[in-house]
C-alpha cells in the first residue's frame, strides 16, 4: 500500500486547509485509515482516525469541532479537513493506513501545515 499525502501549506491563523491521502496498491475495505502529525520539537501525536468499512471517525479530544476527516470510497483518497488553524496546528501531518487485520501500518511522506500568526 502506498499513501500520497497533500493539500499542506502556509495558512494564516482562523483559516482553513484540506489535506488529502490518496491509497493505492493492495487496498481494500480493511483498513483504518488515521492522521498523525508531528509539530518541531514534539512527538509525533495522533489526530484522528476513519474506519474505511462503515465510517466511524474517531478525533483526538482536542481537536474535535475544528477537524474532520472523510472518505471517497471511489477515490481510495481520505481527506482532513481543519478548521480555524492554530499557530499550534503547525506540524507535518503524516497519513496512515492500518491493516485490521494483522495490525500492519503503512506511512505516508507526510505533508507540511503551516499556520502563520
Known amino acids: 500500500v502506498q499513501l500520497q499525502a497533500s493539500g499542506g501549506g502556509l495558512v494564516q491563523a482562523g483559516g482553513s486547509l484540506r489535506l488529502s491521502c490518496a491509497a493505492s496498491?493492495?487496498?481494500?475495505?480493511?483498513?483504518?485509515m488515521a492522521w498523525f502529525r508531528q509539530a518541531p520539537g514534539k512527538e509525533r501525536e495522533f489526530v484522528g482516525a476513519?474506519?474505511?468499512?462503515?465510517?466511524?471517525?474517531y478525533y483526538a479530544e482536542s481537536l474535535k469541532g475544528r477537524f474532520t476527516i472523510s472518505r471517497d470510497n471511489g477515490k481510495n483518497t481520505v481527506y482532513l479537513q481543519m478548521n480555524d488553524l492554530k499557530s499550534e496546528d503547525t506540524a507535518v501531518y503524516y497519513c496512515?493506513?492500518?491493516?485490521?487485520?494483522?495490525?500492519?501500518?503503512?506511512w505516508g511522506q507526510g505533508t507540511l501545515v503551516t499556520v502563520s500568526s
Open positions: 496512515v493506513a492500518v491493516r485490521t487485520a494483522t495490525g500492519y501500518t503503512y
Open positions: 496498491g493492495r487496498t481494500s475495505s480493511r483498513f483504518i
Open positions: 476513519v474506519v474505511w468499512s462503515g465510517g466511524r471517525q
